[in-house]
Structures are given as C-alpha cells and as structure tokens.
C-alpha cells in the first residue's frame, strides 16, 4: 500500500539556520512527489513538485527537495529559515489512479522558527 | 490563476442540522474535486472524489448518507454533512484539478465546522 512517512511531528529553528524536513514514501513505481506548507487555519499551498527528470527540485520561497529512489525519500531543504517559515509541512505522494490525481498526505511536521 | 475558493470560511451549528459547504474554482474548470478532512495537528484524509456530472467515490470508511457530495458544474462542488453531530467538528478543505499545470490539485483556504 502506499504510504508517507513523516519522523518528525515539530522541528524548532533559529532564524537564519538551515532546515530539512525528512519525507520517506512506500509505492510500487516512480511517484509523483510534492510538498505543501499549511498555515495555521488556511488551506495548502504547493512548494514544489517532483515528477520526473533532475532529482533536485527548486519551489517557491527559497525551498528545494531532492529525490533519492534508492532511499525512498524526498526530503525538503531551506538554507537560512525565516520567522515567516514558521507552519505545517506536508508531504505528499500523487499516484495516478484511474487518471485521478489522488494524493496520500504524511502526517505533517510542525516547524517552528525562534527569533 | 488557479484559485480555489470555500464558502463558509467558518460555519457553528446546532446538533442535529445539516450543513452545506460550497467548493469553487474560480478561473478555471475542475473535471475532478477533492474533499479532505483535518483534525486539530493531524493530516488531510481524503474522504471522497468527485467528477463534474457523476457520483462521487468515496474512501473506505465515509458514510456518503452523512456526507452528501454535489459536483454539478466544473466550477462547484458542495459538501453537506446531514444531521451533524459534535463529532464531525473538523476543518473540511476541498482541491480541484482540472487541465491545468498537469492535473495539478489546487486547495481552498478551508472550512472551519463546529458542531454543538
């Protein structure tokens, strides 16, 4: 079955350090990859997606992910976090059924950002 | 371009009611929405598709008489939680993909329903 899975629930930052939040997925073939940001009460806006192509993919708002086929990860990246950064992430793995694009959605990591 | 939007934005009823939340795309036509449910510090579960003129297909574990899903045109969908109890409070987000940027799914901001 496919799975996401998210270790970590809440991650805390300093301003200005670096950030990675793991992602490790379960599926059958190649998926489609992608990463949301959900901020508190609001609905989810897309990061960045991986479909096929360059395992390391640039998003919006300074954010990458790489794909690792031998690890079954897609970990997101951000070299110096801002306060704003501060929300839930989401990973999410696409499989297309039925020519639907159904995701399956991680648990979520709650990042936290200290001035 | 791609805009979602959800009506109510926050939605209080009284036990027992039924209630209807409205799924739109703005600027661009949904073959196919989405209905998600969050609870407080969890994840999305999907809970059903539904394509523009058909039934919906709802996920192992939703009850379609509870939750009554209308896809009548490519730009709404309604969810309607019939005779809700306290236990269906949740934050409902629906997402809509049409032919846009490769069946991308685009999300509404959400609905906040508390049931007393």
């Known amino acids: 079955a496919q799975s996401v899975t998210q270790p970590d629930i809440h991650i805390t930052v300093s301003e200005g350090a670096s950030l990675e939040l793991r992602c490790n997925y379960s599926y059958g073939a190649t998926p489609y990859l992608f990463w949301y940001v959900q901020s508190p009460g609001q609905g989810l806006q897309l990061l960045l997606k991986?479909?096929?192509?360059?395992?390391l993919v640039q998003g919006i708002k300074g954010f990458e992910a790489e794909f690792k086929r031998s690890q079954s990860s897609f970990n997101l990246r951000k070299p110096s976090v801002h306060w704003s950064d501060a929300a839930e992430y989401f990973c999410?793995?696409?499989?297309?059924?039925?020519?639907?694009?159904?995701?399956?959605f991680g648990a979520g990591t709650r990042l936290a950002v200290h001035p | 371009g791609a805009v979602v939007s959800q009506h109510p934005s926050w939605v209080i009823c009284k036990s027992g009611t039924s209630v209807k939340i409205e799924c739109r795309s703005l600027?661009?036509?949904?073959?196919?929405m989405f209905w998600y449910r969050q609870f407080p510090k969890q994840s999305l579960m999907l809970m059903a598709t539904?394509?523009?003129?058909?039934?919906?297909?709802?996920e192992q574990g939703v009850e379609k008489d509870k939750f009554l899903i209308n896809h009548a045109s490519l730009t709404l969908s309604t969810l309607t939680v019939t005779s809700a109890h306290p236990e269906d409070s949740s934050f409902y987000i629906c997402?809509?993909?049409?032919?846009?940027?490769?069946?991308?799914?685009?999300f509404g901001p959400g609905t906040r329903l508390t049931v007393l």
């Open positions: 997402s809509a993909t049409g032919l846009v940027r490769n069946n991308e799914q685009f």
């Open positions: 539904s394509n523009e003129g058909s039934k919906a297909t709802y």
């Open positions: 999410a793995v696409g499989p297309f059924s039925g020519g639907y694009n159904k995701l399956i």
């Open positions: 600027d661009f036509q949904a073959t196919t």
């Open positions: 991986y479909f096929s192509g360059d395992t």
